[in-house]
């Protein structure tokens, strides 16, 4: 089990948007290491708001546990995962883009996604919760646990990559799409 050494800061904002210029208009919530979250109103815990925090708590602890050294594609498909978001929905629309060619290799996802153009900004966060429930399915949540360490013990994600899952990373991808293309009919 892991715990951060840090406190987790959370700032429950009063306003319907973010504070911080810096936070994407799209985002209900924001993490510059401080968690930001606007309430938007509400005036008692509810589940959408639970799941915003689950998120951006993931986001907190994996920063901590990698020392900032993790893919944000590994990342945000965590903090999805954990906040409860369903990977066969998204695995609906990630097939699509597989059969199409038009996936986004996860290599080119390593960096963050407000530098993506914004037409692939939903694909891109479909991907990571697809390929995170990926690594769960084929190789058990032991799996990420033993990523993020490798992470966190400084290897760049091409060499923990294989020592966590006996895979490279483009073994890794080709595994995530073939499994993929044949998870549903063809159209």
């Known amino acids: 089990h892991f715990r951060p050494d840090d406190p987790i800061t959370v700032v429950l904002e009063m306003g319907n948007t973010f504070q911080d210029p810096r936070a994407p208009e799209w985002a209900a ?3 510059d290491g401080t968690i930001h979250v606007p309430l938007r109103g509400m005036e008692r815990l509810s ?10 708590l993931a986001h907190s602890f994996i920063r ?15 903090a999805q995962w954990l906040e409860g978001g369903d990977p066969r929905r998204e695995d609906a ?16 996802m390593e960096g963050p996604f407000q530098s ?11 991907e990571s ?29 091409e060499e923990a990559l294989p020592v966590a899952l006996a895979l490279s990373y483009p073994e890794f991808q080709k595994s995530w799409e073939d499994a993929l293309k044949g998870s549903a009919p063809r159209p």
């Open 29 to 31: 919530g924001f993490n």
């Open 129 to 157: 919760l697809s390929a995170v429930a990926h690594i769960v399915r084929t190789r058990g949540e032991a799996a990420i646990v033993r990523l993020l360490a490798g992470l966190g013990d400084r290897l760049p994600a």
């Open 47 to 56: 589940v959408p708001l639970v799941a915003v925090l689950r998120h951006e």
């Open 116 to 126: 993506l153009p914004p037409d692939q900004l939903s694909l891109a966060y479909a």
């Open 64 to 78: 901590a546990r990698t020392s900032g050294n993790c893919p944000t594609w590994l990342q945000e498909g965590i």
């Open 93 to 108: 629309v990630v097939v699509v883009a597989a059969r199409q060619h038009r996936l986004l290799p996860l290599l080119t």
